[in-house]
């Protein structure tokens, strides 16, 4: 027996999310071969990849159809940057590296950030969950995934310029614990994208497969609001991620957002809740809480689509200030709209966690 037989017989363990044999992935190394022992090395994508202990197992029982009696160790590494990037040019298409990276059983929680409607807020509130999440200890990574009017740059104060790129790939900018791609940094400001749908599809796969995200613990996405082609290119590569919903209290703005969270059931995302911005104005005068764009629309949504409402934000002329200075309101957890996108975030990294969110 030699190492030929050990490549053969670990020819047939295939990664659970390429699904390629390990051995034409290139994940396997230092093998031994002797009388008493067969011992190989396995290094993964990522080294806290949740699959690892089906892939060692697999491998265990491949190499006992060929052990004779010998003794079994399969040891799991991890690959390096470069590595992972040689991988990637392996891989026949860039929708299968999307997938190994953000798909099931990857270590990146991906959650899209959706509204039925524009104005309501919704990239006010991806910046904020995203540096909320920073803050927390995670690593953070956004796409700001509304190609036609990309803000996520100017509310996290990244200049717009061209990023750099490492062996093809872009070095993607970061602020405050947050990494970010967007077509903001690829276009003059004032400048509109004139494009079709599938030109669409393709930025945001370059968004996904294109950038050095490394490994994050959370990938936010911006999208456009509706439920048009970019969000239904998320959902065909990305399968396994979550959505939340953003929404204002008035009825019309309520009955269009709906119909984003729809989406997320027919294309059988899961959906975490609704989040409900500009839901109140507390007086400065007399402390008392104003109902501006009426109230319910959240727990609207949140009753229909059997969800939670994740958390209500306070229409504040602040919010609105630190998003035109790039200093989000969320680096000031001390303050009301800053409390509220904190206890949100803790929420959606502990669902244990259950904010008070109920109507008045």
């Given amino acids: 027996m030699d190492k030929d037989d050990v490549l053969k017989a670990l020819g047939a363990v295939q990664d659970p999310e390429l699904r390629r044999s390990i051995v034409e992935l290139g994940m396997v190394r230092d093998i031994v071969v002797d009388e008493h022992v067969i011992a190989a090395t ?36 991890a690959m390096t940057d470069t590595e992972r990037r040689d991988l990637a040019g392996r891989l026949s298409s860039r929708g299968e590296l999307v997938r190994s990276l953000f798909g099931p059983g990857s270590c990146t929680r991906t959650i899209a950030v959706a509204s039925g409607k524009g104005g309501v807020g919704k990239s006010t509130v991806t910046a904020n969950l995203a540096v909320a999440l920073a803050q927390m200890g995670h690593a953070v990574a956004v796409i700001d995934a509304d190609v036609y ?3 996520i740059p100017l509310m996290l104060g990244l200049p717009a310029i061209r990023p750099e790129a490492h062996d093809g790939k872009m070095l993607p900018p970061e602020r405050y614990g947050v990494k970010v791609a967007s077509m903001a940094f690829f276009v003059d400001e004032g ?8 030109m669409l599809g393709r930025a945001i796969e370059q ?13 936010l996405i911006d999208l456009p609001p509706g439920t048009g082609d970019v969000a239904l290119t998320i959902a065909q590569m990305i399968p396994s991620a979550e959505m939340i919903v953003v929404t204002t209290p008035q009825q019309a703005a309520a009955k269009v957002a709906i119909k984003a969270a729809r989406m997320a059931q027919m294309t059988k995302h899961t ?90």
């Fill in 42 to 77: 396995i290094v993964l994508t990522t080294a806290g990849c949740p699959l690892r202990s089906q892939i060692r197992t697999d491998a265990e029982q491949a190499l006992a159809t060929i052990a004779a009696g010998r003794r079994i160790e399969v040891a799991l590494g």
């Fill in 271 to 360: 959906l975490l809740g609704v989040i409900e911005n500009m839901a109140y104005f507390v007086c400065p005068s007399c402390n008392a809480r104003h109902h501006i764009f009426g109230r319910g629309g959240a727990f609207e949504i949140a009753r229909a689509m059997n969800t939670r409402v994740l958390g209500r934000i306070p229409l504040d002329e602040s919010a609105r200030e630190a998003g035109d200075d790039g200093s989000p309101s969320a680096l000031r957890p001390e303050t009301p709209v800053g409390a509220a996108f904190h206890e949100i975030a803790a929420s959606i990294a502990n669902p244990a966690h259950q904010p008070d969110s109920s109507p008045e």
């Fill in 149 to 151: 009017g990309p803000t």
């Fill in 191 to 198: 400048e509109p994208v004139v494009w079709r749908g599938p």
């Fill in 207 to 219: 968004f996904l497969g294109d950038v050095l995200w490394g490994s994050p613990d959370f990938l």
